[in-house]
């Protein structure tokens, strides 16, 4: 659009906004260099929901946006014969997110749907959970998860609790285009609250572990996220009492003052939980991500702690699950993703169940397998997303992962092991399995197109002294996928989140001619060797 066609739907988008702040924030913004950016199109659906920072105009998260999102969302449902079902609606405690559920509610009420809101900012499983057990047409959650602190978000759960894939994902897009002016959708408070919601999500949780030990002495952190109080109660519930909470991080806060990122995953982010847990002489550390879908480990190792990587606590889990499984569990199957670790393959075989590997992201992992997920008994991806309890959460879940990581850890002590003990274990029967990420963050979104272009065109022939293949992952996702021999395997995709161009790195070394000290090292210097490749090889 030229500046003054941007300058017109500014003043018409202040116009129909719903919010008096933001229309004089717009306002003021009119002769600014910042509104082409400010009216570039309303945020999109991507990998998990919409994402945008808190702020007015066309692309942000503001009441306005909420409003025709939810109005499209409602037109859609309408559309496929689900008019008047139950919806459920909940929050997380960021900037806004108030009046964004509170809004999303009002509209899909004034639309006759039967709209349970959650009674106050609570995880984002917890609305998974309540939107499956009601059998709800949809859930919305308003939350960005673990984005930096000016962001917010709007999460979509259809029915069964199940993130949205094509082409509800384009029909719903389509459907938030033809709606009218945020202030000609009509919002009535006429809803529920749906008080029991936590309650109904802990009395299923805290009945998840297998074994009968429960002595684990737990340092734990929400990252000033929604998960501190939940996640206390789950694991106390379950029998887990010596659980020490990060002070500082355990209330809710949408600056997040002690972390600059709150992702576990981000440098710094679990300092303060290492810190506690080294002073409580801990047997775990566990840190939950702001709306706790995601969980980290953290583990003492020699004199010190150190977090484990997703891959680690995936395969972890998925033998914990695998050795405790029911019997009578009709042909099992596990899942993880394309640039997940692939030692989940092999821990299958060993187990005689199904394996499946989905593209990134949860929408995808609970359709794994057959489309629907049949016999789905645990799934996972690198990147801290670890489903549990498919049955009733079908999505990742950072606080059933840690009281399975408990269960684990107080059955492991029992016997004189600890978590780093079954690693070596599994590395020993399956290969050490090295993994790792190179990251290139952007702010001119032009580059990440750019690279991967210029990378289709030219596919690299060798990396790190290693012949290489190359297979292009389009149309199904925009990725690329480099395979070599010893495990050699460099996944290249832009993120679904956040404006990077993530690398995905893993090596393989095997267990025998090498005792295992050598392997790790082996493994540990080829991988280093692949960074640096990797580096050179996506630099623009």
Known sequence: MTQPDVRAAAEQWIADDVDPLAQDELRGLLDSPELADRMSGMPRFGTAGMRAPVRAGAHGMNRAVVVRTTAGVASWLVQQGLGGGIVVVGRDARHGSEDFANDAAGVLAAAGFDVRVLPEPLPTPVLAHATRALDAVAGIQITASHNPPRDNGYKLYLGGGIQLVGPADTEIEAAIAKTPAANAVSRKRNWTVLES??????????????????????????????????????????????????????EPDPDFPTVGFPNPEEPG????????????????????????????????????????????????????????????????????????????????????????????????????????GTGLVYAYEEALGHCVDPERVRDKD????????????????????????????????????????????????????????????????????????????????????????????????????????????????????????????RAADRLEELTQAVTALVEE
């Open 398 to 521: 950072g606080i059933s992962a840690a009281v399975l990581a408990c269960d684990l850890t107080a059955s492991l002590l029992a016997s004189g092991d600890h978590l780093l003990d079954l690693l070596d274990e599994l590395s020993t029967e399956h290969g050490v399995h090295a993994t790792g990420q190179v990251s290139v963050r952007v702010t001119d979104l032009a580059v990440i197109p750019r690279i991967m272009r210029r990378l289709r065109e030219e596919p690299p022939s060798e990396l790190s002294g290693a012949e290489v293949e190359v297979r292009d992952l389009l149309p199904d996702t925009d990725a690329l996928v480099v395979t070599g021999a010893g495990g050699l395997r460099v996944v290249i995709r832009p993120s679904g989140t956040e404006p990077k161009l993530k690398c995905y790195l893993q090596v393989v070394e095997q267990v025998g001619e090498l005792p295992l000290a050598q392997a790790k090292q």
């Open 197 to 250: 919601a936590q309650e109904d999500y802990l009395a299923r949780v805290s009945a998840l572990p297998r074994g009968g030990d429960r002595e684990v002495r737990v340092a734990a952190t929400a990252l000033h996220g929604v998960g501190a109080k939940t996640l206390r109660r789950a694991l106390q519930r379950a029998g887990f009492d010596d659980v020490h909470l990060v002070t500082s991080q355990s």
């Open 269 to 372: 982010a679990t300092d303060e939980l290492l810190r506690l847990a080294s002073d409580i002489n801990a047997d775990l550390a566990i840190a939950l991500d702001p709306d706790a879908d995601r969980c980290a480990l953290g583990v003492r190792e020699g004199e010190s702690w150190r977090m484990l990587r997703g891959d680690e606590t995936g395969v972890l889990l998925a033998w914990h699950v695998l050795s405790t499984l029911d019997e009578s569990a009709p042909d099992p199957l596990v899942a993880t993703t394309i640039v997940s670790s692939s030692m989940l393959r092999s821990i299958a075989a060993e187990f005689g169940v199904r394996y499946a590997e989905t593209l990134t992201g949860f929408k995808w992992l609970v359709r794994a397998g057959d489309g629907e």
